[in-house]
């Protein structure tokens, strides 16, 4: 509150993380495809590389892509 009122921020987004083991006969884009049948947000991100991925469900865009096509911070 105290950085809204400074004018340091007009808005904060609070998200909750979440880790787990991903059982070997599902995939992640599997996860990604059913959390979109059950909450179909406007703002959906799948990202995944070697043995990582990152699902977000987001009513707000919080990543884009630039003119070389990498990722930034679309809020910031």
Known sequence: ????ILGNSFQVNFSQG?????PENISAFDI??????KNPAP???FLEWKNKAII??????LFSL???RKIFRSIF
Not at 1 to 4: A, G
Not at 18 to 22: I, P
Not at 32 to 37: G, L, R
């Open 56 to 61: 977000s469900c987001s009513p707000e865009r």
């Open 1 to 4: 509150q105290k950085q809204i």
């Open 43 to 45: 703002m959906m991100c």
């Open 66 to 68: 630039d003119k070389n």
């Open 18 to 22: 979440f880790v787990a083991v991903k």
């Open 32 to 37: 990604f495809e059913h959390a979109v049948k």
